[in-house]
């Protein structure tokens, strides 16, 4: 192989990391937490709990229509790591979930006006239970970076037992009107082998 196919072939890699890698979260600023006791930390947080309602109700084009147009939505791979390698545990080139509006509002169609969803017909039944909830002012006037913890509970069919999945979530909400819009959000599993049968909910 020459210098120029070795040159190429570096180059088609970097490209290839940028188109899956996500857009980097803005920096977390801890100067510029809302506080709990802010009416907008309010606002925010019933925001994340009313969009756990509607997902647990099976509510999806509610939903869909709570997301932004230049969404991201993403949920990168875990991996165990020692101690001192824990900066090392997301690798947000190789992704569960890497989904934009587009693709988002295709799954959402799927689910809500076709009969080919097989692997949610007939649904899961779900609990999402979110919690520990921080919300930051951004560097835009309008947008607050959030991040949450997610514990869903999912129950399928006649099965006596049930799955859990647990993550951290880190949400861009975009103010608009009286609500905001989900312009940004990406999950961290607390598993390496994610423990359910597929990830054909939303999380």
Same mark, same amino acid.
């Given at each position: 192989?020459?210098?120029?196919?070795?040159?190429?072939?570096?180059?088609?890699?970097?490209?290839?990391?940028?188109?899956?890698?996500?857009?980097?979260?803005?920096?977390?600023?801890?100067?510029?937490?809302?506080?709990?006791?802010?009416?907008?930390?309010?606002?925010?947080? =019933?925001? %994340? !709990?009313?969009?756990? /309602?509607?997902?647990?109700?099976?509510? *999806?084009?509610?939903?869909?229509?709570? $997301?932004?147009?230049?969404?991201?939505?993403?949920?990168?791979?875990?991996?165990?790591?020692?101690?001192?390698?824990?900066?090392?545990?997301?690798?947000?080139?190789?992704?569960?979930?890497?989904?934009?509006?587009?693709?988002?509002?295709?799954?959402?169609?799927?689910?809500?006006?076709?009969?080919?969803?097989?692997?949610?017909?007939?649904?899961?039944?779900?609990?999402?239970?979110?919690?520990?909830?921080?919300?930051?002012?951004?560097?835009?006037?309008? =947008?607050? %970076? !959030?991040?949450?913890? /997610?514990?869903?509970?999912?129950?399928? *069919?006649?099965?006596?037992?049930?799955? $859990?999945?647990?993550?951290?979530?880190?949400?861009?909400?975009?103010?608009?009107?009286?609500?905001?819009?989900?312009?940004?959000?990406?999950?961290?599993?607390?598993?390496?082998?994610?423990?359910?049968?597929?990830?054909?909910?939303?999380?």
């Amino acid at each position: 192989m020459t210098h120029a196919d070795d040159n190429a072939t570096a180059l088609a890699a970097a490209e290839l990391k940028t188109l899956l890698e996500p857009t980097p979260l803005p920096m977390l600023d801890t100067s510029k937490r809302i506080s709990a006791a802010d009416p907008l930390h309010t606002e925010l947080m =019933e925001f %994340l !709990v009313d969009e756990a /309602e509607m997902l647990d109700n099976l509510q *999806f084009k509610a939903w869909g229509a709570t $997301l932004a147009e230049d969404l991201e939505y993403n949920a990168p791979l875990r991996r165990t790591r020692t101690t001192r390698q824990q900066d090392q545990t997301v690798v947000r080139t190789v992704q569960h979930l890497h989904e934009d509006f587009g693709s988002m509002q295709l799954r959402i169609m799927r689910v809500a006006d076709t009969t080919s969803a097989w692997g949610e017909d007939p649904p899961s039944r779900t609990r999402r239970f979110i919690s520990n909830i921080r919300a930051y002012r951004t560097e835009q006037a309008n =947008e607050y %970076l !959030v991040r949450s913890y /997610e514990l869903v509970t999912r129950s399928r *069919f006649d099965f006596d037992d049930f799955d $859990l999945i647990p993550c951290e979530r880190y949400d861009i909400l975009r103010r608009d009107g009286v609500s905001f819009k989900l312009a940004r959000r990406e999950i961290l599993l607390d598993q390496v082998v994610v423990g359910t049968p597929n990830l054909g909910i939303f999380l």
